[in-house]
């Protein structure tokens, strides 16, 4: 089992920045990808961006250039960067961790709000 501790949302206006950050605790191999997905009111949960535990990334294409994820092995934590929010950045951020044998864990959510 893996445990996801997220922290770091809360209310910006737009343009502003936040930080997230995910600590994972418990069965944690070394080879894994963390990642943050989030889900606005009636719409469906979306990949934000991953990073394997090699440091590849992958971001989706609304948050490139604004978004930066990234992470630390040896604390086995994930941080999302979010600059330049906007109003359609607003929605409850999860975390993931995904093991080497693909098995997804996920976080409780952390809700970001952006006032225009």
């Known amino acids: 089992q893996v445990q996801l501790v997220e922290s770091g949302g809360g209310l910006v206006q737009a343009g502003g920045s936040l930080r997230l950050s995910c600590a994972a605790s418990?069965?944690?191999?070394?080879?894994?990808?963390m990642g943050w997905y989030r889900q606005a009111p009636g719409k469906q949960r979306e990949l934000v961006a991953r990073i394997t535990s090699g440091g590849s990334t992958r971001y989706a294409d609304s948050v490139k250039g604004r978004f930066t994820i990234s992470r630390d092995n040896a604390k086995n934590t994930v941080w999302l960067q979010m600059n330049s929010l906007k109003p359609e950045d607003a929605a409850v951020y999860y975390c993931t961790f995904r093991n080497k044998y693909s098995k997804d864990y996920w976080g409780q959510g952390t809700l970001v709000t952006v006032s225009s």
């Open positions: 418990g069965s944690i191999f070394s080879i894994n990808t």
